[in-house]
Structures are given as C-alpha cells and as structure tokens.
C-alpha cells in the first residue's frame, strides 16, 4: 500500500490501471488496496468513464486526500502574485 501513496504523491492523480501498470501490481490488488486506503481516508476515489476513439473505459479514480501539490514553476498571473504579497 505504500507504494501505492508513493505513486500517487509522486504522479498525482491517476486512474487504478495506470496505477497497476506502473506498480507492477494486479488490477485486482491495486483496487483492493485503494479501497482500504479510502476508508482509512488517506485516499480520495471516485468512478470514473472515459471514452478513447469511441471505445468506453471505466476504473477508478485516485488521489492522495488532502494532499496540495507544489506550484508549478513559471510565470504567475497578477492574482496570484497579489495573493502571495497578502499579509495572512
């Protein structure tokens, strides 16, 4: 399961076959293990269905819970900039 957290901290939100393909680990497993880790909370997932060149695909969608992500590096709008020079 901690390879699990590690992977979705590294790549952030990921469908559970990108996960098992990455891992190494069993479709099967992986969602057995997203499944506990949701109900402990540490994970956010819901259904998801997508379509590629028409054919429908559907697995579930994961996430670390409460986890932010870093900024990207990059030019920021005036909004942002305003935001950060904001006494908190």
Same mark, same amino acid.
Request: glycine share 12%; charged share 25%.
């Given at each position: 399961m901690q390879e699990i957290l590690k992977y979705?901290?590294?790549r952030g939100e990921q469908l559970d076959s990108? #996960?098992?393909?990455?891992? %190494? #680990?069993?479709?099967?497993?992986? !969602?057995?293990?997203v499944s506990a880790l949701s109900a402990r %909370?540490?994970?956010m997932m819901c259904q998801s269905i997508r379509f590629d060149n028409g054919k429908k695909s559907e697995g579930?969608?994961? !996430? #670390?819970?409460?986890y932010i992500p870093p900024a990207?590096? %990059?030019r920021k709008s005036k909004a942002q900039i305003a935001q950060l020079k904001a006494p908190a």
């Open positions: 979705l901290k590294d990108e #996960i098992a393909t990455a891992t %190494g #680990i069993s479709l099967e497993n992986v !969602r057995r293990h %909370g540490e994970v579930l969608l994961c !996430r #670390i819970a409460g990207s590096p %990059g």
